[in-house]
C-alpha cells in the first residue's frame, strides 16, 4: 500500500473516490483539461521524503508538442522530479538533472511509483496488470 497517491489530472472524481476509499493515505491532485473543479490546482509542488516534486497535468504547457516549457517550470520550483499526464503515454527520462516522469493511465498502460529513504529516490515506471 503506497503512503501518498499522486493523481496528475482528468477525472478528478476517481481521487476524490479513492481518498475516501483509502482514508490513511495522503492525496495530491492537480486539476486535467477533462476536469472542472476550481478548488483544485493546475500545478502544485511538495515535498516527500526530501524529495522536491512538481506536479502538472501537462497541458498548460503544451506536453504535446515538446517537454521544453514543462521543464522550465520544473527547474523555477526547484524539482528534482517533474510529473505529468495528459498525453497518457509512459515515460520515464533524465533530463538536466531532473527525472521528468508520465506514469500513462492506469486504465490504458499502467502507473509510476517514487520511492524514497528522505535521502536518495528512485522513479519506476509500471504496467497495470502487474
Known sequence: ????????GDHQSDAEDLSYA??????YSVTGNCDFSPETSDFYTLLLGGTRIFMTHGHLYGVKSGLERLLAKG??????????????????????????MN??????CGYGLIETDGEA???SLHRSDE
Not at 82 to 98: P, R, S, V
Open 121 to 123: 529516490f528512485q522513479c
Open 1 to 8: 500500500m503506497p503512503d501518498v497517491v499522486l493523481h496528475l
Open 22 to 27: 483509502f482514508e490513511n493515505i495522503k492525496f
Open 103 to 108: 506514469p500513462g493511465s492506469f486504465s490504458r
Open 75 to 100: 527547474k523555477q520550483a526547484n524539482a528534482q522530479i517533474i510529473l505529468f499526464g495528459h498525453t497518457h503515454q509512459q515515460m520515464l527520462k533524465q533530463q538536466d538533472e531532473i527525472w521528468i
